[in-house]
C-alpha cells in the first residue's frame, strides 16, 4: 500500500511539472474556417470582424450592430475570457447573438485562440 501511495505520488509531482501542450496554430486555422461563414472582414457579415480581436473590449467595433447582452459584457477579450466564450458563449455571455454552442474540446479552444492571436 505504501508503495502504491509513493507511485501516485511521484506520478503526480512529474506530470504537475511537465509543461503544457503547446496550442496548435494551424490546427485553430483549420477550425476557424466554421467560424468563416460569419466572422469575416466584410462590413455586411452575420458577425464582426475577428482581426485583432484578443486585447479587444467586446462590443467595440463601430460597424458591427452588438446585441445587448455583448454591449453590457464589459469583458476585453484576453485569452482566458476568449477560451470560456468558445466553451459556452451563453455561459460566459448570457442572451448573447452568436447561434452557436461552444467547442467541448479543450484542446480545440485553445487551438483556436492561438490562431485568434496571429490575426492583427
Known sequence: MRLLVTG???GAVVCAGAPALAA???HGKQLFTACQACHTE????LGPSL???V???AASLEDFRYSNAMKRAN???TEQN???YLTDPQGKVKGNRMPFSGLPNTNDVAD???YLQTLK
Open 55 to 57: 486585447g479587444r473590449k
Open 82 to 84: 476568449l477560451k470560456d
Open 24 to 26: 496548435d496554430v494551424n
Open 112 to 114: 483556436v485562440v492561438a
Open 8 to 10: 501516485a505520488l511521484l
Open 42 to 45: 466584410k462590413p455586411d457579415s
Open 51 to 53: 482581426k485583432g480581436v
Open 75 to 77: 469583458i476585453t477579450w
